[in-house]
Nanobody
Framework: VQLQASGGGLVRAGDSLRLSCAASGRTFSSYAVGWFRRAPGKEREFVASVSWNGKSTYYAESVKGRVTISRDNAKNTVYLQMNKVKLEDTAVYYC??????????????????WGQGTLVTVSS
């Protein structure tokens, strides 16, 4: 499975942004997918995850209520809708897929496949 993240860019605080993660491979639709981010000078952190069928989602507390993860398996694509972005959302965002369809702790899945990252910069 190969993943390609896109949709990043320069936005103002309070704006909305949608990231996309396009995947190749027939098995993608059976994998859980997560979004992670790495802010400048910080470690990578979990943002959100969606189950293989899109029916279950999980969010980090830092983004809960502002971010929505979804997927369209017919298009082999997972989305991360970010609303009311904050300065602290500035980071490189990565999507990742795990061969397990879901977990009770999706933030701790192995995530076997990773995309290359897309940069989101939030300005004031």
């Amino acid at each position: 499975v190969q993943l390609q993240a896109s949709g990043g860019g320069l936005v103002r605080a309070g704006d909305s942004l949608r990231l996309s993660c396009a995947a190749s491979g027939r098995t993608f639709s059976s994998y859980a997918v997560g979004w992670f981010r790495r802010a400048p000078g910080k470690e990578r952190e979990f943002v959100a995850s969606v189950s293989w069928n899109g029916k279950s989602t999980y969010y980090a507390e830092s983004v809960k209520g502002r971010v929505t993860i979804s997927r369209d398996n017919a298009k082999n694509t997972v989305y991360l809708q970010m609303n009311k972005v904050k300065l602290e959302d500035t980071a490189v965002y990565y999507c990742a897929a795990d061969r397990a369809g879901w977990s009770t702790e999706p933030q701790h899945l192995t995530y076997h496949y990773w995309g290359q990252g897309t940069l989101v910069t939030v300005s004031s």
